[in-house]
Nanobody, 124 residues
C-alpha cells in the first residue's frame, strides 16, 4: 500500500506564491511517475504537472507553464509543486498522485495512488 500526504496549501493573494509538498511512504518510488492534479468546485479534476522519478523529466500543463514548477527529493520520497504568480483561477483542491507506469501520463486514470488533497485559495 502507498500513502501520499500533501501539505502546504492555504489562502494567498493574487500574485503570491505557495509551495506544496507530497510525502510518499509504503513502497519504493524509484520507478514511479509523480503528478499533481487539481479540482475546482463544479469542475473535473485536471492535470497540473508530473515528474518521472528516475530521469527527472517534467511536464507542466499550459495553464501553469512558467508559473508552477514540479520537483522531487528522492532521498526524502517527497515531491514539490512551487506555485508562483498565483491567480484566482488557480483556486482548487490540489492532489498528489503516483503512477506506476513508465513515462509521463496526463490522465488521472493512469495514477493508482492519491493523497487526500490540500486546498489552495487565491483571492483577487
Amino acid at each position: 500500500q502507498v500513502q501520499l500526504v500533501e501539505s502546504g496549501g492555504g489562502l494567498v493573494q493574487a500574485g503570491g506564491s505557495l509551495r506544496l509538498s507530497c510525502a510518499a511512504s509504503g513502497r519504493t518510488f524509484s520507478s514511479y511517475t509523480m503528478g499533481w492534479f487539481r479540482q475546482a468546485p463544479g469542475k473535473e479534476r485536471e492535470f497540473v504537472a508530473a515528474i518521472s522519478w528516475r530521469a527527472g523529466r517534467t511536464y507542466h500543463a499550459d495553464s501553469v507553464k512558467g508559473r508552477f514548477t514540479i520537483s522531487r527529493d528522492n532521498a526524502k520520497n517527497t515531491v514539490f509543486l512551487q506555485m508562483n504568480s498565483l491567480k484566482p483561477e488557480d483556486t482548487a483542491v490540489y492532489y498528489c498522485a503516483a503512477d506506476p507506469g513508465v513515462g509521463i501520463h496526463f490522465s488521472a486514470l493512469n495514477y493508482d495512488y492519491w493523497g487526500q488533497g490540500t486546498q489552495v485559495t487565491v483571492s483577487s
